[in-house]
């Protein structure tokens, strides 16, 4: 019997949830339906820069769930864990470029790549200018060989910057080289305390005892690169954060943004104490956290764990940051 969730058909659950989640929006969002894409419904004919990324379904809210004003023009949903198709992809792309070119957010997944690099050949075919920023902050998959570090929650940050900066107007090449700073200056580390379980079944992406922990996991249920001894958070947040000031160099003075992402089916409660642990080591290395997000963002459908994101921060990008931002899941006025 498989796991209870809300489900209908399995094969219904990506189209069905969007459709609840245009309703939910009153108006401030479309959905296009042959190809599957979701659309801000600001719209608008001023000529900016406008932006498009996606990806498997089962991480909501991204990349739905960061689609209007101040973020992304589009989202291309593809199935719970798989690509969305370059049809798809080239779709949202001549729906929301208003003539000053799209910048597409791609996470590093081969499927991923592949499909949106395609549909960045077809719209560049069309006459459409087009840049990409590819995401890979994940830590714990950085190799000298192989596809490289994943793209993982880094991916909110590059939306929201780059988002601010082609809503001020700025041209495509600047909106993109901003992106591509974040992703530098970007690195993230997951931990699991149990596996994800796709809809429709009953077996976890793995199994752990109930003394264990899964230490650098992907968010397709991917399993780590070690399985560590169940610890206090103080211990099991530590052994996220410090590779990654490492692998920064973050030192005395400097600035970060702090993102502590729930995996899916982890609670504020014990996320805000993952946040203050995070908090913590930074102060006690000099490290100001200059701005923060906790919560679900990247999620990996109802996986139990939580991912460390920092990314380096300077004064331009926190001013990007600030701008405003209205969508589903992120909104804030101008601060």
Known sequence: MSVKKFLNDPDDLVVEALEGLVTASAG????????????????????RVALVSGGGSGHEPLHSGFVGPGMLDA?????????PTALQVVAAVRGVDRGAGVLLVVKNYTGDVLNFRIAAEIAAEEGIEVETVLVDDDL??????GPGRRGT????????????AAARGLPLAEVAELGRRVVAGARSMAVALEGAVHPGEDVRSFDLAADEVEHGVGIHGERGIDRRPMASAHELVGALTEPLVAALGLADGDRAVVVVNG???????ELYVVFREVAALLEARGVAVARSLVGPYVTALDMAGASV?????DDELLGLWDDAVTTTALTWETR
């Open 140 to 145: 714990a998959s950085e190799s000298d060989d």
């Open 309 to 313: 994101t920092l990314v380096r921060a």
């Open 75 to 83: 989202a291309v949903p593809g199935a719970v864990f798989a690509s």
């Open 153 to 164: 929650a880094a991916t909110v940050v590059v939306e929201k910057v780059c988002g601010a």
């Open 28 to 47: 401030r969002l479309r959905l296009h339906r042959d190809p599957l894409w979701l659309e801000s419904a600001a719209g608008g004919t001023d000529r």
């Open 263 to 269: 995996l899916g089916s982890t609670h504020l409660l």
